[in-house]
């Protein structure tokens, strides 16, 4: 009987070594799924500030709602660099925005339904209007990949329907 105990006593030492690397991993498991969930909403609270400023809303508006143009050629009439660099940076400022807000969705740094329920309505409104000049814009710069994540952001959004 003596002579089983060493091998008895090394099963006992496997077993109790399996249970706590077990235990080690879960626990390690649920820190990273906590510290994701916790870098989600510090990165949805720093956008929900930047939306929630005086001045992004009166940014916002008028890019949104007060701009206009007929076509194309009238929106780089009113709204090119050369002659209208505070109206044409508003727009960059906000598609900007909204191109690292896709970004991050796509690396899986922020959840979509934090974006679904805050900045659906905002970015497709935005996406809607200024689509078929994102597209001319990307075409006159030779930049296919211009705004692409403002773009993934609101294909994803459009999914959510």
């Known amino acids: 009987m003596i002579e089983y105990l060493p091998i008895v006593l090394t099963g006992i030492?496997?077993?109790a070594s399996i249970l706590y690397y077990s235990i080690i991993l879960r626990n390690a498991n649920k820190t990273q799924k906590m510290q994701l969930e916790t870098r989600q909403v510090q990165m949805f609270m720093m956008i929900g500030n930047v939306r929630n400023s005086i001045e992004f809303q009166r940014l916002?508006?008028?890019?949104?709602?007060?701009?206009?143009w007929s076509d194309i050629e009238d929106y780089y009439r009113k709204y090119n660099p050369e002659k209208n660099l505070d109206g044409y940076s508003e727009h960059l400022y906000i598609w900007q925005l909204f191109d690292t807000i896709g970004f991050l969705l796509e690396k899986s740094v922020i959840d979509l339904s934090f974006l679904d329920d805050l900045l659906k309505t905002s970015i497709m409104d935005v996406w809607i209007k200024?689509?078929?000049v994102i597209y001319a814009l990307r075409e006159r710069s030779s930049k296919p990949?211009?705004?692409k994540q403002f773009e993934y952001l609101?294909?994803?959004l459009m999914k959510t329907t």
Not at 60 to 68: K, N, S
């Open 145 to 147: 990949k211009l705004w």
């Open 60 to 68: 916002f508006y008028r890019v949104a709602y007060i701009d206009e």
């Open 130 to 132: 200024y689509e078929p």
């Open 154 to 156: 609101a294909n994803e």
């Open 13 to 15: 030492g496997l077993t």
